[in-house]
């Protein structure tokens, strides 16, 4: 790592399960580490599968000024400007073949447009979703008052059995013309198929006019399997599913035992 004949110059983190700990708090020892290397001149960015506005509290408590990769990368908005550099959201037909599959099959989903959550109604998997996330669910009755529009993300929140069982379907169904994926267990997600978080991440990378083997990702899910392994240098934590792993080339130590700032700490000579 130190001592590869080029400098890292931009670090790209996951959130949930990754930078933050189960209490969704990130530890004094990760900030610490974090501003360290933002003082060596190293540019962090924050990637997640959020909504934008529940990533932003996180963003300043990092005193983050740059761009941040939101929605699995379906959206690159500049934190200081508020301004959207990418948006790619669905679909507005394969939208409503969702809503409708939802509906019918009584599933909780979350739709997400103008950086706002919507869902029919408040149910157990809704309010576990916005007790992580801190966001506030909107009902609105029926998702179908959307139809024709462009969400920037859809979630069916649910049993892990479930969404285990409903995956590979949903995956062959919309094969080519949606990005799914799992981000946590309960979640299943479908995105614009250009979306993703590698394709933000080669994006904001292009932008900054570097190369990619300048960049650290860290990640811990499938949503991050594409930054991890586009990445210079893709770090997945302890408690990844194997997938991830593989594609990764370090293991860091899990989000509870730090291993953000452990890694950090090694590759940049950071005293933690």
């Not at 550099?85 to 394969?94: D, K, M, N, V």
């Not at 509906?103 to 992580?132: F, I, M, P, Q």
């Not at 006019?209 to 960049?215: L, N």
């Amino acid at each position: 790592m130190k001592g590869e004949g080029f400098v890292y110059k931009l670090v790209a983190l996951d959130l949930d399960d990754t930078l933050l700990r189960s209490d969704l708090t990130i530890s004094e020892k990760n900030e610490k580490a974090i501003a360290s290397v933002k003082r060596m001149g190293v540019e962090v960015i924050l990637a997640s599968g959020r909504m934008h506005r529940s990533m932003v509290p996180y963003a300043r408590k990092l005193s983050l000024k740059g761009p941040m990769i939101s929605y699995n990368g379906a959206m690159i908005k500049d934190l200081r400007s508020n301004i959207p550099i990418l948006h790619i959201p669905l679909p507005p037909e394969l939208a409503v073949e969702i809503v409708k599959f939802a509906e019918e099959e009584g599933l909780h989903l979350n739709y997400y447009l103008d950086d706002k959550l919507y869902v029919a109604k408040e149910t157990e998997w809704g309010k576990l979703y916005a007790y992580r996330s801190s966001m506030t669910m909107i009902p609105v009755g029926s998702l179908r008052i959307f139809d024709g529009m462009s969400p920037t993300k859809l979630v069916i929140v649910s049993d892990p059995s479930l969404i285990d069982e409903i995956l590979p379907d949903m995956e062959a169904r919309y094969k080519g013309k949606l990005y799914v994926t799992k981000s946590k267990p309960e979640y299943l997600e479908f995105m614009n198929p250009k979306a993703s978080k590698g394709s933000a991440l080669r994006a904001i990378v292009e932008m900054m006019g570097i190369r990619k083997e300048e960049v650290i990702a860290f990640g811990d899910s499938y949503n991050d399997l594409g930054m991890i392994e586009y990445a210079g240098l893709g770090v997945a934590m302890k408690d990844s599913p194997v997938e991830v792993k593989n594609v990764a080339k370090l293991i860091a130590p899990s989000v509870e035992e730090d291993g953000v700032a452990e890694v950090l700490g090694e590759i940049f000579g950071i005293p933690l």
